[in-house]
């Protein structure tokens, strides 16, 4: 594998942010670098207006003025070195009074003119703060005048500027490749703990979960998911090894039975009654045997929850009075009283496979009636409590003592003393499956005497 | 009835070509799916039965080709075990009736039966004399030797489809299907019961016995002896 880290998500985001803090601030220098240039390129002028104002008034209306201001030029010229300014003074023929320069043109208006492009009188140093003069031309009364400055000031706030701009985007940088690699890091080595758990499960080890942080970033998050998708899995195969179990255990049983039966037919006087009756068995076991199997696949097709999508509304109302009316004679057959549905004043409806919905409650109802060896009442009630609609079934039999409740959701699991009565054991088991599939939860209580199995449709 | 069969288990097929045979049906067995396409659209057929497994051509495509080929047949559809959206998916595409695997033998050739006879349905009977029955469908009044049985609605509308399919067999998981609109698999007593109380009120002692079970099938209403 090559790098990982040059590939992560978080590092590839901290290249992105690097480059964004770059621009970001290489746009703010540059603002400033304009605008602090203007200011300070105003403070120059406005400096060279003043020096230039004071030698006009030096000139001012007498005759000899001009010859004074040529002195003060000329004095101004001689040590403007330091300071870094220009003078220069022509008559109105342009002929040279005075000044640090040997010559320059006329021009209207400011102009910055590059140190190379004068022509200096007297002794410069080779080393300047400036590189170029930025002056004007003044029209005086014995002839023109130029004055300027040097732009060192600016130039200095200028190269500061360049080193901070500088400075800044290096730390930026610095910060943000370092911030990226700590982060990609960690992200890295919680990915790489996901990809960790993910092949253990992959290799067998089912019970492997992703290890959660306390961070609840967006990788925790997903850790979270995962964990959820796993302990599903984790059900679904706890569910297949279980229904292998299951079948081992209670399809071996009539099925050798049945061949014993035959084997001992086949072996006795060739008697067509008795191979009759042989056959006739046989069918029935056959029969039993499919059932069972079918009602295995099917709770387990149902708590792979692959229907949902086929979900229609279903009217509950109707659902439970043509359920009590199909088993109202079952009941009365055994005599007991199963009483018409309770109902609610307006329809209650459930999102729901109305197939699996009749199973449900024909299962919860022949349980009751099947299981109750001596006359009941048997009651069907519909209601809505909290806003989720509630199905009670109740009946005044022998119940389920409370260390069973939880057993009998079990598959093919039979309360011992109902061994005598028929079934397979897969009833609730199916009202489990069921439920959960529609978002239901199943709960048993005592009903003293009897039992009340509530069905609570929470996510309807 | 001509009758095709699609199944490609040959045990099977031969089983039920046997029994269908026996019933008084022409069957043409075929074990391949797009043969079975060819002759079902080709052939004229009363009932297909195609299974849902099939090398070539799976049922459900058999099924949709067949009804795009506005063929009217009845379809009956066979499933494996368990497959509770392959019941589904075979009735959305077309089939008119499914049968899980294992299914009875009798139980196929009683449904088989019904399909056959649902065209001619708009002309039903009205009034049914079966022996010293009597049974008005209109006036929901039924009669035996000229004494009025009272009956449950319920129990009237079972006898009435008896009557309906009178001679013929009708299925506990028919009757459940028409009686409470319940299509589920349950060894239930509800048809059992319901039934034996219908008996007791239309077959009084003394009387010919008229509602008939059919061992592991079913019911069904015949003066015949």
């Known amino acids: 594998m090559r790098n990982r880290l040059t590939r992560s998500t978080a590092f590839r985001l901290a290249g992105f942010v690097a480059l964004i803090v770059t621009l970001t601030n290489v746009a703010i220098f540059t603002a400033l670098y304009f605008s602090i240039s203007e200011q300070m390129a105003a403070h120059l002028r406005a400096h060279v207006d003043e020096v230039r104002k004071t030698l006009i008034d030096v000139e001012g209306e007498e005759s000899e003025g001009f010859q004074e201001l040529t002195t003060m030029v000329e004095g101004h010229a001689r040590v403007a070195q330091s300071d870094e300014d220009i003078y220069f003074l022509i008559d109105q023929t342009e002929k040279r009074l005075a000044g640090n320069v040997a010559s320059l043109q006329r021009f209207d208006g400011w102009r910055t003119i590059p140190w190379e492009d004068l022509k200096l009188v007297g002794n410069w140093s080779s080393h300047r703060a400036s590189d170029a003069v930025i002056g004007r031309w003044t029209t005086i009364r014995g002839g023109y005048l130029f004055v300027g400055d040097g732009n060192g000031d600016i130039r200095d706030a200028q190269r500061l500027l360049l080193k901070g701009l500088l400075w800044g985007i290096g730390l930026s940088v610095v910060c943000a490749v370092l911030g990226g690699w700590l982060l990609g890091l960690k992200a890295q080595r919680r990915i790489v703990e996901i990809e960790e758990a993910l092949d253990a499960v992959a290799g067998g080890s089912l019970e492997r979960r992703v290890p959660r942080d306390s961070g609840a970033d967006d990788v925790d998050h997903v850790a979270a998911l995962i964990n959820s998708t796993l302990d599903r899995l984790q059900r679904l195969f706890a569910n297949l090894r279980q229904v ?31 191979y ?77 496979d109305r197939r699996l919905l009749n199973q449900l409650f024909l299962n919860l109802l022949e349980n009751a009636i099947v299981h109750c060896s001596d006359p009941a009442d048997i009651r069907v009630e519909l209601a809505v409590a909290d806003g989720h609609p509630v199905v009670r079934v109740r009946d005044t039999g022998p119940g389920i003592p409370g260390d069973e409740r939880e057993k009998v959701f079990r598959r093919l699991y039979r309360l011992e003393k109902s061994r005598t009565t028929s079934g397979n054991g897969l009833g609730l088991s199916l009202v489990a499956a069921i439920s959960e599939l529609h978002g239901a939860t199943v709960t048993l209580s005592d009903n003293s005497p009897g039992l009340i199995v509530e069905v609570r449709f929470t996510q309807s | 009835m001509r009758i095709l069969l699609i199944e490609d ?55 949709h080709n067949v009804r795009n080929a506005e063929v009217r047949a009845g379809i009956i559809f066979l499933t494996a075990v368990g497959g509770i959206e392959d019941r589904i998916e075979g009735l959305e595409s077309g089939a008119d009736d499914y049968l899980v695997k294992p299914f009875a033998l009798g139980e196929l050739v009683a449904r088989v039966a019904a399909l056959g006879r649902r065209p001619p349905a708009p002309m039903q009977e009205v009034v049914f004399k079966i022996e010293t029955l ?65 008996r007791l009120k239309i077959d009084r002692p003394g009387d010919v016995a008229l509602i008939r079970t059919v061992r592991g099938l079913g019911y069904m209403i015949d003066d015949a002896q």
């Open chain 2, 134 to 198: 009597e049974v008005d469908l209109v006036k929901r009044v039924a009669r035996r030797k000229g004494d009025i049985i009272h009956l449950q609605p319920r129990e009237f509308k079972m006898l009435e489809i008896l009557l309906q399919n009178r001679g013929r067999v009708v299925t506990r998981s028919m009757l459940l299907e028409q009686m409470w609109g319940l299509e589920l698999d349950t060894k239930s007593s509800i048809i059992q019961t319901n039934i034996s109380r219908l």
């Open chain 1, 244 to 274: 292998s179990v299951d079948i081992a255990h209670d399809l071996r049983t009539p099925v050798s039975r049945m061949r014993q039966r035959l084997e001992t037919v086949r072996a006795g006087p060739d008697c067509i009654d008795a």
């Open chain 1, 276 to 352: 009759k009756e042989a056959t006739d068995s046989s069918i029935d076991e056959i029969d039993r045997i499919a059932e069972t199997f079918d009602a295995l696949l099917r709770i387990s097709e149902i708590e792979a929850g692959a229907r949902k999508a086929k979900f229609v509304d279903v009217e509950l109302n109707a659902l439970l009075t043509n359920i009590t009316d199909a088993l109202e004679a079952v009941a009365d057959e055994r005599q007991h009283r199963l009483h018409p549905a309770q109902q609610t004043a307006g329809p209650v409806v459930v999102r729901g």
């Open chain 2, 9 to 63: 288990d040959r045990e099977t097929a031969r089983l039920v070509q046997e029994t269908l045979v026996k019933h008084g049906h022409d069957v043409v067995a075929v074990s391949d799916g797009v043969e079975g396409l060819k002759m079902a659209v080709v052939g004229v057929f009363d009932v297909l039965i195609v299974d849902r497994m099939l090398p070539g051509l799976n049922g459900l495509d058999i099924v």
